[in-house]
């Protein structure tokens, strides 16, 4: 019991947990923005996957760290754009469609990666994100240690999901986002533009995907591999659930699912006798029991997962 | 610009979309190829020879085939009711791992003719209880299942390396997590001598056909198209809608399930975390190709063996990576889809 405590009392385990939190803020950010629009982008996890590529390749070729993430974000961004125009203007099924995004954005990565950057013993690296501390916070005890050890990116997760949860609901464009998802009808009544919101919703939400993912490349390892983003993009999709689509509940959401995988990451190497692959899978059974207990009480959007067409009901 | 119905679809133009779909995804991926500074033409060139070029490969192809044929047919299937199954690979991986638990624990040297079928049959029902799980939670808590059949993937190669790991270890492996083998008695025999072409073929080509019978001329073809199309619907019919989605559940992840005991018991005899180059994922864009018809999965699993077989030698011959087989194959999905709307709808200004 107390090797627990330990953990818990433990900077090294906070810091850890805003760590492990930073793309999955970013990718369930994204998945929301788009499913409160009213489309079901399933292409998060091939996004994440070329973000993590792409933002790698440009810093890998001389482009410094914010130029990667921007080049990732504008990467993600053109992933979304085809998933729009599959799913807002053709209107075909949300699912199939992100599934076939994610199945070509992923083997896009690997294609170019393999293509551009040849196979080596050891895979090439560049210098990631450094930990920067805010002045006047590092002195504090305890939060002090933890914040410090944190790099840029994290902190613009932190401020995209204010800033999210502010535009969302306490603006014009918030409430047009949210009419379009609940009911396109009554939105383009109300002088709204349902497939242009639904088309900006997703480029944007797939650009911030697509920086989650970047962000395992620059700051939280330094360097590409295949089947790198390990299913994060689904758990962002069961995130998007259990926060009930608001931005402030998907930031607490990806930090309790952070300090679990932590948690459990540090348990490992403390518990001895049970095999490490059942640690390893707690963070997906955990998804799955946390939509089974939301799922019920979650207030989806109306008009998720429904094409909208001009004139026709 | 909008999009207006057509009343009427020629037949040349049903068979022309797949076609039209798979000649855009081959161009696209062209510009791919050409973007590495290889000859287009040649490369498409060699993966056909590398796929049909020899006795060897060809029957390489069919080889690989298999697998993406019966998880094509459980996407299929799955899809056809709206189930999205999209647990076709922890399936596969449960299968498997049911196998080889199986055969090297409880058979001892049991005679073919009874292990044979025994194997099958756990692999089916392995996989089966893999898809159960997130249909039912879709019954009980509304749950969308393509995210819960998604997560149990992960779950389920997790199992399959605590397995290969701990109980299930070959002592004679070199410490390599790797399974125990199944019984040279428990192996489907092979189709064609002198080379890794089994009878699970067979099963797979017989299985599409049952599966065409099945929803074409029964009542559960009937209700799981009818509980897809409109599940308020059907339940007004008087279809029940719970059980039916049971049964193609079952249906579908025993597709799965014996996919992977069929790779264990045709192909290697043991299982490795590697056994699968992501059989369950390619057999949905199997499914999406074919049109989600059983007899189209034939063909359409024969057309991704193809590029996956044949893009091995051509990546070594032009020195471009092999991935480009699992562009070629993602595009043609989205290709597909795109022509599949436009053979429904036409465009009217």
Known sequence: MSTVLDIIASAGLWGAVLRIATPLIFGTLGALLCERAGVLNLGIEGIMTFGAMSGWLAVYHGADLWTGLLVAALAGAAFGLLHAALTVTLGLSQHVSGLGVTLFASSLSYYLFRLIVPLAGSPPTIVPFAPVSLPGLAGLPFIGPVLSAQTPPTYLALLLALLLAYVMFRTPLGLAIRMTGENPHAAEAQGVNPMAVRYGAVIVGSALMAMGGAFLTLSAFNSFFPTMVQGRGWICIALVVFASWRPGRALFGALLFAFFDAFQLRLQTAVDGVPYQVFLMTPYILSIVALCVMARRARVPQALMQPYRRGER | ?349
């Open chain 2, 1 to 349: 610009m909008r999009f207006e119905r057509r009343e009427h679809r020629p037949l040349a133009l049903v068979i022309l979309t797949p076609l039209l779909a798979i000649a855009a995804a081959l161009a696209l991926s062209g510009i791919l190829i050409a973007a590495a500074g290889a000859p287009v033409l040649e490369a498409y060139w060699r993966i056909l020879v590398g796929a049909y070029g020899s006795r060897l490969s060809a029957t390489e192809t069919l080889t690989r085939a298999t697998p993406l044929m019966l998880t094509g047919l459980a996407a299929a299937v799955a899809f056809r009711a709206r189930v999205w199954n999209i647990g076709g690979e922890g399936q596969f991986y449960l299968g498997a791992i049911a196998v080889a638990a199986v055969g090297s624990q409880l058979l001892g040297n049991a005679p073919g003719y009874l292990s044979i079928p025994l194997l099958l049959i756990t692999g089916a029902v392995a996989g089966m209880i893999l898809l159960i799980i997130p249909l039912w939670l879709r019954l009980k808590f509304s749950v969308d299942e393509v995210v819960t059949s998604l997560l149990l993937n992960f779950v389920a190669v997790l199992v399959v390396s605590m397995l290969i790991d701990g109980p299930l270890k070959d002592p004679l492996a070199f410490g390599w997590p790797q399974s125990q083998a199944v019984p040279d008695v428990a192996m489907l025999p092979k189709l064609v001598f002198r080379s890794r072409l089994h009878w699970g073929f067979g099963i797979a080509l017989i299985l599409a056909f049952v599966i065409h019978f099945a929803q074409s001329r029964t009542v559960f073809g009937l209700k799981s198209r009818a509980a897809g199309l409109s599940p308020e619907g059907a339940v007004f019919a008087g279809v029940p809608l719970a059980r039916t989605l049971l049964l193609v559940a079952c249906v579908s992840g025993g597709l799965a399930g014996l996919a992977g005991a069929i790779e264990v018991m045709g192909v290697k005899g043991y299982v490795t975390t590697d056994l699968s180059p992501g059989f369950g994922y390619s057999g949905i864009v199997v499914a999406m190709l074919a049109g989600l018809h059983p007899l189209g999965v034939v063909l359409a699993a024969l057309f991704t063996a193809t590029m996956f077989v044949g893009a091995d030698g051509m990546s070594r011959a032009l020195k471009i990576p092999s991935y480009i087989a699992d562009v070629t194959v993602a595009l043609s999905l989205i290709t597909m889809l795109v022509a599949v709307f436009f053979a429904q709808y036409r465009i009217r200004r």
